[in-house]
């Protein structure tokens, strides 16, 4: 019996102790805390994994603080668009959805497509439909609505319209090349989980509002099985940070391609990805990652990373900072 283990996290990027306030600090610890002992609770009931990280994440999204479901960030056109996945490392089972405006939680949207659908990602209303269908909650646009997320928006898009109005054709161009997305405050707030159950059996589960003022229609790593949520037999991983580069590096997945085609230790297969991969094409983030030994490992190269485990039978532990 391998001794269950979940971990969480609640975005990366410039998270710094200078920047940050005593009650907001205390109220992101409480929330992060509040999660782990759910997941935790859930693997020492004797639960999956894969039901251990559908819980954590679905509480991640009810919570204003997090951007996935209430608290997801704003499209260019003020609208919400949000993307989730989830992997059952024991089976290769995967759901995901991407592009939903009327779920509250996608990550049990993604979990109905992952047990009760032929098919592994559903996008936009076809995705909507699919979870109506399952009897999930529908809600309308206000519902993700935060005055956080608002403020931020509207600076990004204050930013953006400056330096649209100043460029030329070529700047444009540049522009659009360049790989940060427009987020003023530089942070990443997608949620996941990973979990080792008590039968060595793994999962992942990731969701998220996407990045500030993205375009209409763009969909990031989050629901990109392999990019932003990966799990097999040798490791589960979730990720959050500039999607595109995940993409690119097919992050989530490297980490457990390196572990079984390399030898690397989960470890060092993570360092790799977050700490030298990642960087080399100018991605920002981090991951977490746990193999079926109960090993966590839990890289960014940001400022910060929200993120903790729960060790069955002993106290959780929650970390902001490097
Ligand atoms: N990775 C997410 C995306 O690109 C954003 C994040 O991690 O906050 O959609």
Redesign the pocket.
């Known amino acids: 019996m391998t001794q269950a283990v979940i971990a969480i996290h609640g975005?990366?990027g410039t998270i710094t102790r200078a920047a940050m306030d005593a009650n907001r600090e205390r109220e992101y610890i409480a929330a992060l805390e509040h999660v782990l002992l759910a997941g935790q609770r859930v693997l020492a009931e004797g639960g999956s994994a894969l039901d251990a990280v559908t819980e954590a994440v679905r509480l991640l999204e009810d919570c204003p603080l997090f951007?996935a479901g209430k608290g997801a960030v704003l499209t260019h056109a003020g609208t919400y668009e949000l993307?989730a996945a989830v992997m059952d490392g024991a089976t290769l089972n995967a759901g995901a959805v991407a592009c939903v405006k009327r779920l509250r939680n996608p990550v049990l949207a993604a979990r109905a497509v992952l047990e009760r659908s032929e098919h592994v990602l559903f996008a936009a209303e076809g995705a909507e439909a699919f979870a109506e269908a399952q009897g999930l909650e529908l809600v309308t646009p206000d519902y993700y609505f935060t005055q956080a997320r608002q403020e931020q928006w509207e600076r990004a898009r204050a930013s953006a319209g400056m330096a649209l109005l100043d460029h030329d054709a070529a700047a444009l161009a540049a522009m659009a090349k360049k790989e940060e997305?427009i987020d003023p405050d530089r942070?990443?707030?997608?949620v996941g989980a990973v979990a080792c159950d008590a039968n060595g059996n793994l999962a992942a589960a990731t969701s998220?509002g996407?990045?500030t003022n993205?375009q209409v229609g763009r969909v990031?790593?989050?629901p990109v099985v392999g990019a932003?949520c990966y799990a097999d037999d040798v490791a589960a991983v979730s990720?959050?940070?500039?999607?595109?580069m995940?993409i690119r590096t097919v992050a989530a997945h490297d980490v457990a391609a390196q572990i079984r085609y390399a030898g690397l230790s989960l470890e060092e297969s993570a360092r790799r990805v977050v700490m030298e991969k990642l960087p080399a094409i100018g991605g920002r983030?981090g991951l977490i990652a746990v193999d079926r030994d109960g090993n966590v490992t839990l890289p960014f190269n940001t400022e910060g990373m929200y993120r903790g485990v729960a060790r069955v039978g002993e106290p959780v532990s929650v970390l902001i900072y490097g």
């Open positions: 975005g990366a951007n993307d997305p942070k990443f707030g997608t998220t996407g990045v993205k990031g790593d989050t932003g990720a959050t940070g500039t999607g595109e995940f983030g």
